[in-house]
């Protein structure tokens, strides 16, 4: 015997009703696969049909994606899924503070562990982040960064990265240092160009304010009044890793992001990243971010090839062997 299947109808701002639908009704078709429920924009706002259980978490979803939306953040695919996870588990909306650099609205965190990542780059001088592509660790740097360029709090925002698996290489590519370098810094200029728009990070590229740089060119710098990104950080030693961190100046803040499971260095031990977490945790000033598989916020495959691979290392990690009793001796 089916359930029986009520309507209801929330009545919703006109933005926050078009946030709710998406593109071609991309987000209510994520909704209506999730909670067995039918889902419309009449006008007005949303109606949802379905069995009680159905549309009391569709509901919980609706409302967190309509209160982003009127807090003017854009509502993305990924926005959609997190407000679907957080119904399910009847948990609240990620929170944390909006950074009003978006070109199509407020970026906004998608996970708890993104918000408490923005609490903390504005908190602490310093924040480590680690967690698996795809989490936002770089994205959300930068976008911190480019508001805080905005406000006028720093007068520069730097980006450097280990390039070619750390080694830096770069001799043999042509052009100059800007030519070389861009193709290693693509993921960071996209993330400007979304959020400043071509025509603004071209000038203020160009006056200086935005800068990329190899990890070698940090070398003998104070960087006063800057927001400092390392990125990739995983795949700088453990010397370049102080060389970076002790170019902190005056009323300067870094952030340095990286996934430690993705080391490319010849020697993996000798990793920066994991060892500036070992012995800066707990310093002052100081903040350590950690991410998961769950925070992933690209396409929704991306978290189970994570945990896919995740789980095959550990399968494949050495197991401890107890050493045998020592045998007594004759």
Known sequence: MSKPRGEEFLPLSEAAA???????SRHAALLEDAFHVLVETPGGGVSIRGDAKGRAAAKR?????????????????????????????????????????????????????????LDMLASCELVLALGP???????????????????GEVDRLIVTRPAVEAGERLGFLPGDLTEKVDPYMAPVWEALNELLGPEQLRRRRDKGEIEVA??????????????????EAQNASRLQTKMVLTRLGEGARMAVTGDPSQVDLVNAADSGLSHAVSIL?????????????????????????????????????????????PQARG
């Open 61 to 117: 979803a609706v409302r967190i994606l309509a209160d982003r939306a009127d807090a003017g953040a854009e509502i993305t695919e990924a926005d959609a899924r997190v407000a679907i996870a957080a119904a399910h588990a009847h948990g609240p909306a990620p929170g944390g503070a909006m950074l009003p650099v978006g070109r199509r609205g407020a970026i906004a965190p998608k996970t708890p562990a993104q918000a408490r990542y």
């Open 281 to 325: 945790e707990g310093v002052k000033g100081v903040g350590v971010a950690r991410f998961g598989a769950e925070d992933i916020v690209r396409h929704p495959l991306v978290e189970r090839i994570v945990n896919a691979y995740d789980a095959d290392a550990a399968r494949r990690a050495p197991r401890r062997v107890k050493d045998p009793e």
């Open 214 to 231: 190899p990890i070698a060119f940090m070398r003998g710098r104070t960087l006063n009044h800057a927001f400092v990104i390392m990125d």
């Open 133 to 151: 592509a795809g989490t936002g660790k770089t994205f959300l740097a930068v976008a911190y960064g480019a508001s805080l360029l905005l406000r």
């Open 18 to 24: 078009r946030a709710v639908a998406g593109p071609q």
